[in-house]
């Protein structure tokens, strides 16, 4: 899987003006703004406003996030665009896309085209200002969408197309998002016609972040439709109670995450085959599921500490 390398030669003279140009500075920036479009942040976000803000804005946020993921993922398994950095040594990758695997690894690296961080950047922050109709928050979700963008390209990993594409998509998704949201009351149905849609990736994705994606957008999904139903808890914006919250939800990601992975060994789950990618995809699933649909259980049955 050695992906396809297509590129104007502006990018390349961008990218390497941008690095030469802001220096170890500009590195560091980068590096920390690249946390702000990744998984953690996200289910962070999620987790804070579905579990303690509101209900509501939380389903939002989370189905732009999904959609922005699923169709970042669909898109670049189509192109398999290699990273910059792959074909031109003239730039430097200041932080992998997965730092704790070989930079130079395609499969583990994965493709370039759209940004994902461009992607999720607008699908969250820019789509955070336009639910809550505030200017301010809208204004400043696109700066710092647009900041995470060309941080992408200062870490030399992907191409100013990438971000651009990536940013245009983050934008199409949370429009999408708020429209479907608002116009299709019976969320079950919604719900299902978007993830039997996505499931086409099934059929020709050869990346982990697909199956990492549908398995999040499937447990979001589900666990939402049985909180509805047989939890309803209530938010709550007391503030010990909301970081007591968030602690319980990344124990049990972290821990489920975990325990899931011990049936099997850690060079299956590298391998890359398809089914070592299903149970992935199923993983993550069950663990979303957990912190969405089952662990808000707690809150109604320990209601002084939650």
Not at 20 to 45: D, K, Q, R
Not at 107 to 121: D, E, M, Y
């Amino acid at each position: 899987m050695n992906g396809n390398t297509f590129y104007f030669e502006w990018e390349i003279a961008l990218i390497e003006w941008l690095q030469s140009t802001l220096g170890s500075f500009g590195e560091n920036v980068s590096t920390v703004l690249a946390h702000f479009g990744e998984e953690m942040i996200l289910v962070a976000l999620i987790g804070f406003t579905y579990w303690c803000l509101d209900k509501k804005f939380g389903r939002y946020l989370g189905v732009s996030i999904c959609l922005g993921l699923i169709s970042n993922a669909l898109i670049k398994n189509i192109f398999f665009r290699r990273r910059p950095y792959f074909d031109n040594p003239s730039i430097k990758c200041v932080r992998a896309a997965t730092p704790d695997a070989d930079i130079m690894d395609v499969s583990a690296q994965g493709f370039s085209f759209p940004s994902c961080h461009s992607t999720n950047a607008v699908s969250t922050y820019v789509g955070i200002g336009a639910y809550l109709k505030k200017k301010t928050l809208l204004i400043a979700g696109i700066i710092f969408s647009l900041l995470i963008g060309i941080s992408r390209l200062v870490l030399g990993v992907h191409y100013p197309t990438d971000v651009i594409v990536g940013l245009v998509l983050g934008t199409v998704v949370a429009i999408l998002s708020s429209f479907l949201l608002n116009r299709v009351k019976n969320h079950m149905i919604l719900y299902i016609v978007i993830f039997i849609l996505s499931c086409v990736g099934f059929f020709y994705c050869k990346s982990e972040d697909y199956y990492t994606s549908i398995g999040i957008m499937g447990g979001f999904f589900f666990g939402d439709l049985f909180q509805e139903k047989y939890v309803k808890f209530e938010n709550t914006k007391v503030w010990y109670k909301c970081i007591i919250r968030l602690i319980g939800g990344f124990a049990i990601f972290f821990g489920f995450n975990t325990l899931l992975k011990l049936p099997f060994s850690k060079d299956f789950l590298e391998s890359g085959t398809f089914l070592a990618y299903l149970i992935r995809s199923f993983r993550y699933l069950i663990v979303t599921f957990m912190i969405i649909g089952v662990y808000p259980i707690l809150f109604k049955k320990f209601s002084k500490v939650f």
